[in-house]
């Protein structure tokens, strides 16, 4: 489900497929996020929060993020929504948000978010 942003592109489908089929490894494991740069995962964390697991698999490849596709295997609250704010990418993905978070994520006009992914 289109949430918010442009239209997807091409490269943009690529990543969302290829962030899709890695997150659906992860559905059970407790919060985990993951970033991906032309198909290839360049950071993935689970952690005891979303927020936790965004900024460790943020810092796994920080360059490699930038204009990346960012996704998680459950909702995106406000705290995490904040610091993925600070990271240009084009593309957020989660099965749910917050309502404070998509206010925040959506500060970016062309940012594309999706929701409802695994479902």
Do not use: W
């Not at 289109?2 to 962030?19: M, P, R, T, W």
């Not at 904040?82 to 978070?101: G, K, R």
């Amino acid at each position: 489900d289109k949430l918010h942003g442009k239209e997807l592109s091409y490269n943009n489908l690529l990543d969302v497929d290829a962030a899709v089929a890695l997150m659906q490894e992860f559905t059970t494991d407790g919060p985990t996020f993951a970033i991906l740069k032309h198909n290839n995962a360049c950071g993935l964390a689970s952690r005891s929060t979303m927020k936790q697991a965004y900024l460790d698999a943020l810092a796994a490849d920080p360059t490699s993020a930038f204009g990346g596709v960012l996704i998680a295997n459950d909702k995106i609250d406000v705290a995490t929504a904040n610091e993925i704010n600070s990271l240009f990418c084009e593309v957020v993905i989660a099965p749910s948000y917050d309502d404070e978070a998509i206010a925040i994520l959506e500060q970016k006009k062309n940012r594309i978010l999706r929701g409802s992914v695994f479902s």
